[in-house]
């Protein structure tokens, strides 16, 4: 088992950035992909972005690409998401999500599905 949890979460003004962290803990010699998904009121979770634990291979979300940054600390067990530029439809509460599935291709890790562990979440609110 990973544990998994997240910070950082907080209110910024549209055009801001935020940065948030998740420390994986446990089992974490077998995490194969971490992510971030988020989930705004009344929507379903959807992907943001994924990097391959072993190379730092990323893939992002359309709707974040250009804007946020995926990046890990294999030392300390970390995966941040520098966020830059926030919109107010980016307001949601983020999850950080671990796999230990092997995988060939990287965007096949934006599912859910894919994710074996899950962080509690944090939210981020951003203001107009």
């Known amino acids: 088992q990973v544990q998994l949890v997240e910070s950082g979460g907080g209110l910024v003004q549209a055009g801001g950035s935020l940065r948030l962290s998740c420390v994986a803990s446990g089992q974490t010699a077998s995490i194969s992909a971490m992510a971030w998904f988020r989930q705004a009121p009344g929507k379903e979770r959807e992907f943001g972005a994924v990097?391959?634990?072993?190379?730092?291979?990323?893939y992002y979300a359309d709707s974040v690409k250009g804007r946020f940054t995926i990046s890990r600390d294999n030392t300390k067990n970390t995966v941040y998401l520098q966020m830059n530029n926030l919109k107010p439809e980016d307001m949601a509460v983020y999850y950080c999500?671990?796999?230990?599935?092997?995988?060939?291709?990287?965007?096949?890790?934006?599912?859910?599905?894919?994710?074996?562990?899950w962080g509690k979440g944090t939210l981020v609110t951003v203001s107009s």
């Open positions: 999500a671990a796999s230990r599935k092997p995988f060939a291709i990287l965007r096949t890790m934006s599912q859910s599905s894919g994710m074996d562990s």
């Open positions: 990097i391959r634990w072993s190379t730092g291979s990323t």
